[in-house]
């Protein structure tokens, strides 16, 4: 069993219903006049409704009265009475059972053709409420209310004070959204795909009573049981099926108790749902922020401790200037002609707070390359596939999202232009994903040992001196991710992050072993997050 912590606002809702309808919400009064006498009033005043042509006499009118084996019997039309053995719940003593379409006359709204209505209100029209202006327990006048001529709306659907409205046809997580009227209108209706629920002994209270009751989970039970699938996603409720509903009645100083009782939890529901709400959200995103305070923090060098042993990372990029070199004399990659070199002053401050034996550098510094991919020719040959954007996912990269291009299209890339395992890639093309990054991990080569990225995609290659996950983590890092499009060029529809822009940011470069360090930190921070 749920406890009220474990439920959200709707379910705590809703259990109070379920006690509201089942007689154990409030305290019976053995002085309450019983609900017998109220199922008279109201036969009473059906039958004036009937005599002054309001509504329709039932062809087999029922009557449920419980009789002294203390069962509850129905009596249809002159027909012998017949014990009820199918009723969905007990009830206290004083309370008995009615029929819905005793209770209340049920109507459909209005029916009009598309052509027939407009969105202005002009003098002849009515304005009419479809399913989108039903709200648990309450309706809305919207901007969007369409307007039909007059002549297709009787004045028995014309809205008035203590009508209740339901969806008829709708899907099946909105059946049972039912409203009160609040008051007489001159030129409101419902559509013909909302009932209008008249009770016929009319009260704001027994209102708002079959309101509260219908929304509770047994009723609203009732109803899906009587519905109807119309079409893919949409219910039909039965209006026939409807009408024999039972309906739990109380004694009319009852009700009154029930509906005070239930409205004076309502201003505690709200206020419970809205820190639900926020208690939600805080869950939803906690996980991710602290996982961008963690990599804020690496990037800051206070993640880990400094170990003073550790080789300058001034050293390490010296190492990696001369692995550079190598390959420019190889033919692999060119020279950058716009080469820097970030060094510490004598007042030792490049970058606030950076540790001892860190280094400032740009990203291109420490990348073998940064490039582009290239726009391929497609195959239905599943030889070698293309990394695009929708293959570069938060998660992981989704090789089974690529397409695919002949092998002997390979001949046509150069060795800066064919993944390898350590890469790390970066979306750069699109509003919303540019700036996603990912790792490409040893075991998506086992499939293909040969990955091409397409056009959309940045490879960065980092130097064997660097722990690509490191680098990984800094284009993670919210300074990074909360502002690549701030980075781009372009318009809105085609932004686009150019390989020199990303080469040009500031990366802080800690020593090998502290890199190591860092990136083992974060992943077992991360795997307990």
């Not at 006049?33 to 509504?55: D, H, Q, T």
């Not at 420019?328 to 007042?347: C, F, L, M, P, T």
């Not at 350590?422 to 040969?450: A, K």
């Amino acid at each position: 069993m749920k406890t009220i912590k474990n439920l959200t606002a709707d379910e705590l809702r809703k259990s109070i219903l379920q006690l509201a309808i089942q007689g154990k919400l409030v305290k019976q009064n053995p002085n309450d006049e019983p609900a017998s006498e109220l199922v008279k009033k109201i036969y009473e005043e059906k039958k004036k409704l009937i005599a002054e042509g309001k509504i329709k006499k039932d062809k087999n009118e029922s009557y449920i009265f419980k009789d002294d084996d203390n069962c509850y019997y129905e009596k249809i039309g002159n027909n012998a009475s017949i014990k009820l053995e199918d009723l969905p719940f007990d009830i206290p003593d004083n309370w008995t059972w009615i029929r819905f379409g005793n209770l209340v006359n049920i109507s459909t709204g209005a029916s009009f053709k598309k052509e027939q209505a407009i969105q202005e209100n002009k003098s002849n029209y009515t304005r009419v409420l479809r399913g989108g202006n039903i709200l648990p327990f309450q309706y809305l006048l919207k901007n969007d209310d369409l307007y039909i001529p007059n002549d297709l709306v009787s004045n028995d659907i014309i809205l008035k004070a203590n009508d209740l409205i339901t969806p008829a046809v709708t899907s099946l997580e909105n059946i049972g959204k039912v409203a009160v009227i609040e008051k007489n209108y001159d030129n409101v209706t419902a559509g013909g795909f909302v009932y209008i629920f008249r009770p016929n002994f009319n009260s704001n209270l027994i209102s708002n009573l079959i309101m509260d009751f219908m929304s509770s989970s047994a009723f609203q039970e009732m109803m899906k049981s009587i519905t109807k699938k119309s079409g893919q996603a949409f219910y039909n409720m039965n209006k026939e099926r409807l009408k024999d509903l039972y309906f739990p009645l109380p004694p009319l100083e009852e009700q009154q108790r029930i509906v005070d009782k239930i409205n004076s939890f309502e201003p505690l529901i709200q206020e419970y749902d809205k820190y639900e709400k926020q208690l939600t959200e805080l869950e939803s995103t906690f996980a991710e922020k602290l996982k961008k305070s963690i990599l804020q923090y690496a990037i800051e060098g206070k993640l880990v401790k400094q170990d003073p042993n550790d080789e300058p990372a001034s050293v390490l990029l010296e190492r990696i200037k001369a692995e550079k070199e190598k390959l420019i004399k190889e033919g692999k990659i060119k020279r950058d002609k716009n080469e820097s070199y970030i060094y510490q002053g004598d007042d030792k401050n490049y970058y606030e707070n950076l540790p001892d034996k860190w280094a400032l550098t740009q990203v291109k510094n420490v990348c073998l390359f940064i490039k582009r991919g290239k726009s391929p020719n497609y195959s239905n040959e599943k030889e070698i596939p293309i990394l695009a954007q929708k293959c570069n996912q938060w998660d992981r990269v989704h090789l089974e999202k690529c397409l695919f291009t002949k092998r002997e299209n390979l001949s046509k890339y150069s060795w800066d232009r064919i993944s390898c395992a350590g890469d790390v890639i970066i979306n750069s093309t699109g509003g919303g994903t540019v700036g996603r990054t990912n790792i490409l991990p040893d075991y998506i080569f086992e499939s293909y040992p040969v990955i091409l990225p397409d056009s959309h995609i940045s490879t960065l290659r980092p130097s064997k001196e660097i722990n690509p996950k490191y680098l990984y983590f800094y284009f993670l890092n919210p300074f990074f991710q909360n502002h690549v499009e701030e980075m781009c060029e372009g318009s809105t529809n085609q932004i686009e992050l150019y390989a020199k822009t990303i080469g040009s940011l500031l990366i802080p470069l800690p020593p090998k072993k502290a890199q190591d360090k860092i990136v083992d930190r974060i992943l077992n921070l991360f795997e307990k997050i």
